[in-house]
């Protein structure tokens, strides 16, 4: 089976160290496999969309070196998928309207469990859909974190998958379009470990294979939180590459030719000396 693999940026911002880092370590694995290397819009929360941000990315990865095979899927134009998938979780009573208010869901930290809504149903507002989450543990091997288990129930409860607004969730567009991709890795940041079993449970539920996983280190900021778009991380500048692209390597602890060169020189020296088992595993510092 070819190897696949995806960089899956959300358009709420520009380009910055975190998702660099996220877009060259999928980029490595891929083409250290041999395998091809997909892009994926993550379009799909309009309110939380930034404005030419998604063409700024796309623009943006070429001038680092990273050359996706094929144009990009964009997921907000793949509700009619998402419909069919949701339907097919809804033929099955896997989901389940729910009218809950936040005030309703903060006795239990947020989570919503049993599979029930303690609200009454509401004619004059539409529901969220929920995933109706059995007392089950969901096991997997990560292939940089290790083994991972996590009780479904206890951690998730009854997931979102459809919101108020009508919007789809992540976790259910992120499912339905690395299978449809045909994703054999998912390499990405380790905020998104723990959203983990909900996309394996979720693919279970929909009878989707299940990818591999390989969930890199959090780049860090001074103060030890997220290199986040929505922190206002600082962009990396495409105008000016190899500082950034440099950095993104160092922090994944790839060595390189010291020869100069442009971006795509100095990453073919870097797959070259490039090894998928010594990636670091703990957040750090961004260098
Ligand atoms: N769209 C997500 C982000 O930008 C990444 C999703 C994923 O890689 O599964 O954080």
Known sequence: MTYRGRFAPSPTGLLHFGSLVAAVGSWLCARHAGGQWLLRVEDIDPPREVAGSAQAILAALPAFGLVADGPALFQSQRRATYDVAFERLRAADLVFPCWCSRAQLAAEDGIHRNGRCV????????????????????????????????????????????????????????????????????????????????????????????????????????????????????????????????????FLDVQTSAATGDAPALLASALERFDPARLPRLAARAV
């Open 119 to 250: 609200a009454s149903p509401d004619p004059e507002r539409p529901p969220a859909w929920r995933m109706r989450v059995p007392d089950v543990v969901v096991a997997f091997d990560d292939a940089l974190q290790g083994p991972q288990r996590q009780n479904l129930r206890e951690v998730a409860g009854d997931f979102v998958i459809r919101r108020v607004e009508g919007y789809y969730a992540y976790q259910l567009a992120c499912v339905v379009d690395d299978a449809f991709q045909g994703i054999t890795e998912v390499v990405r940041g380790t905020d998104l470990l723990d959203s983990t079993p909900r996309q394996i449970w979720l693919q279970r539920c929909l009878g989707l294979p299940t990818p591999a996983y390989r969930h890199l280190p959090l780049a860090l900021d001074a103060e030890g939180r997220k290199l986040s778009k929505s922190a206002q991380a600082h962009p990396v500048d495409p105008a000016d590459p190899l500082p950034a692209l440099r950095r993104a390597l160092a």
